[in-house]
């Protein structure tokens, strides 16, 4: 982080010196505190003002599973870490330079993530001897050297915040709850936030109760009023906006199940489909749910069924009836729609099936992030029966894969899994918002009269008659007259789709479903390597951002090193092999055991290198670069 000093004007002896002002070019900052301390909604709003401000950005909400976890302990701890800069960045940081620990749960689950000489502010009113104990302090840190080598602001958080709505009508509860609200805008001083948008949150979000809308915006003023005051707060950072990180157009921030969403929309203008979500809720997928729920005057109909059988079922029964049909979930619930699944490839209809990964197995880790299932979605159901796979590599590109997955399912008359998880869908970074213009036109014909001849001349209607380019069967909507046909899991007969036993036809309907999904066109993979480098490293999903960032780190050392991206997983880039071929050691990231480089290995027979991390959290870049060095100097 580099810092420019700008030196405070002159004053007169009767007027305080102008507290300095230091210009950086990034800053990582942590909120934390118990799941009930507002430290994701402190943490949106500071993202939503830096945002607005031109900033780049990416941030990690880290939460626990419970929704109100035990008050005062480690496994409660919520945070919210957001790094924003003048320049292009791709991770939310591996290091913060600012934590806001409001108990010494928050202090002590995060101090380990610290460098020496970062700022820490700590709320000494939830400092008492029952706080500290619970997490094992014999006394407190903030008194007794162990924090020696931090810059640490003891602030009276709670006590302040109270003071400040003295006279409000607020009980003093009520009033404590606001000292997230006092947090951001001390933040919002010290890094030159805007606070207009706000304060206008925050008038509209508690509309119906104009006293408590009252109280946070007192409460976030006196937050604000206190650090431009204090003599505790003597510098304060300006962080310019990163305007050439961006190309000319409209931004908004955006998170990765946001993006989802806006995609799905966007796909079902775009196909002159209603779209129908079948779902039932399930962390971190939700958020999808909730917000296609929006947008009825769009076309979008929701179910929120009562199991995620049920969920799929009605989106699958949605495609057959011709409408963009999605279903969502994570890991354990796409276990339970398996058989739905080779239902719809048996079918072949169209269907996106949107898995946000989480850490498992079973229930896992509900609220963490992990990219293991990649090979539950290529093969995790019965028999033969293959799907396209795709992943986002960030929350804006959500958007983008969800556009791609749809027009493949449409195209080709295939379910497609599209494999996002926790770090992207809660994640956020400032998204471009396209032109309509730009946007692929996914219009694709219905079946309207017969379709083939048979020997005597009649013209009838067979329901898996094939597009000889795509293989794609017809699509004939319901209630259309003369194109009657069976449909169910039995095996279809080739052309005709009526029920077959027969060995021989089996074979070729199994070969070719197969084929339909090889012969997709997606396009082909680059590598980013501009010194020619032996060492490729191979990503997919939300590796891109820490890959990314480390290698430009080993670039910046001198280190040439290539980098490759998979956005399709079904098939491969046709060039891969290729790709692959030129290149001495392939090293494959991923936060799994390594189920991408079993593919790699199996289809290629390359020797790839794993390096894989299941804890829960996304790589570190620093974590990533040293690992990358330590393979490239082995022998």
């Known amino acids: 982080m580099s810092v420019e000093t700008i030196v405070p004007s002159a004053t007169g002896t009767s007027t305080p010196p102008a507290k300095e002002t230091r210009r950086v070019d990034r800053v990582v900052i942590r909120f934390a505190g118990d799941s009930g301390d507002g430290m994701q909604l402190t943490g949106d709003r500071f993202t939503s003002e830096t945002a607005s401000f031109g900033n780049d950005l990416s941030t990690l909400p880290n939460f626990p599973a419970e929704i109100r976890a035990p008050a005062g302990t480690l496994p409660g701890v919520s945070s919210f870490q957001l790094h924003f800069a003048d320049h292009d960045i791709l991770t939310p940081g591996d290091s913060p330079d600012v934590l806001v620990a409001m108990n010494p749960a928050a202090l002590k689950a995060n101090l380990g993530d610290l460098p020496r000489g970062a700022e820490i502010i700590v709320n000494t009113d939830e400092f008492t001897k029952r706080a500290l104990q619970k997490v094992g302090y014999a006394a407190s840190p903030v008194e007794d050297g162990s924090l020696d080598g931090f810059r640490v602001h003891a602030v009276a958080l709670t006590s302040l915040t109270v003071q400040a709505l003295a006279g409000s009508g607020l009980t003093r509860k009520e009033a404590e709850r606001s000292k997230n609200m006092f947090a951001l805008g001390l933040l919002s001083w010290m ?95 939700s958020d999808i749910l909730h917000e296609l729920s929006r947008h009825k005057a769009f076309g979008v109909r929701t179910f929120q069924a009562e199991d995620e059988i049920a969920g799929i079922g009605a989106a699958l029964g949605a495609a057959f009836g011709g409408s963009l049909a999605v279903t969502t979930t994570s890991g354990p619930g796409v276990a339970l729609k398996s058989e739905t699944i080779g239902l719809a490839v048996s079918l072949e209809l169209p269907l996106l099936v949107i898995d946000i990964q989480r850490g498992g197995p079973s229930t896992g880790l509900p609220t963490k992030t992990e990219q293991a299932d990649l090979l539950q979605a290529m093969y995790g159901r019965n028999g033969e029966a293959p799907v396209p796979v795709l992943a986002p590599r960030t929350a804006g590109d959500c958007f983008d894969t969800a556009l791609e997955a749809a027009r493949i399912a449409l195209t080709h008359r295939t379910p497609v899994f599209l494999l996002s998880d926790g770090y992207l869908a809660n994640g956020s970074e400032p998204w471009r918002i396209p032109d309509t213009g730009e946007l692929p036109d996914l219009h694709v014909p219905f079946a309207t009269g017969p379709n083939h001849t048979l020997p005597d001349g009649t013209d009838v ?52 479903r197969q084929a339909k999904i090889d012969s997709i066109e997606v396009p082909d993979i680059r590598a980013d390597d501009p010194d020619h480098a032996r060492t490729l490293v191979l990503g997919w999903g939300s590796t891109y951002g820490p890959v990314t960032a480390a290698v ?84």
Do not use: C
């Open 191 to 285: 890094y030159h936030r805007p606070t207009e948008g706000t304060e206008r949150f925050l008038k509209t979000k508690f509309a119906s109760r104009p006293q408590i809308a009252a109280a946070n915006v007192t409460a976030f003023r006196a937050g604000w009023n206190f650090g431009e005051t204090t003599e505790d707060f003597a510098v304060s950072y300006e962080v310019a906006p990163a305007a050439r990180a961006f190309r000319p157009g409209l931004y908004r921030n955006i998170s990765g199940n946001l993006a989802l969403a806006y995609g799905l929309v966007a796909a079902s203008r775009q196909a002159g489909l209603p779209l129908f979500l079948g779902s039932y809720p399930i962390t971190p997928a």
């Open 461 to 512: 209607f067979w329901p898996y008659k094939r597009d000889p380019r795509t293989l794609a069967r017809p699509w004939a909507v319901p209630g259309t007259p003369g194109l009657e046909h069976r449909i169910g899991g039995i095996e279809k007969q080739d052309g005709t789709g009526n029920i077959s036993y027969d060995p021989a036809n089996h074979d070729f309907m199994v070969r070719t």
């Open 552 to 635: 430009r780190r080993l670039r910046t050392e001198g280190v040439p090193i290539a980098q490759a991206h998979l956005r399709h997983l079904n098939p491969f880039p046709n060039n891969l092999g290729t790709l692959l071929a030129g290149y001495d050691k392939i090293v494959i990231p991923e936060m799994n055991l390594g189920q991408l480089a079993t593919l790699i290995r199996a289809r290629y027979l390359v020797d790839a290198h794993s390096y894989n991390q299941v804890n829960g959290m996304p790589f570190k870049a620093e974590q990533l670069a040293d690992a990358l060095k330590e393979i490239i100097d082995a022998s």
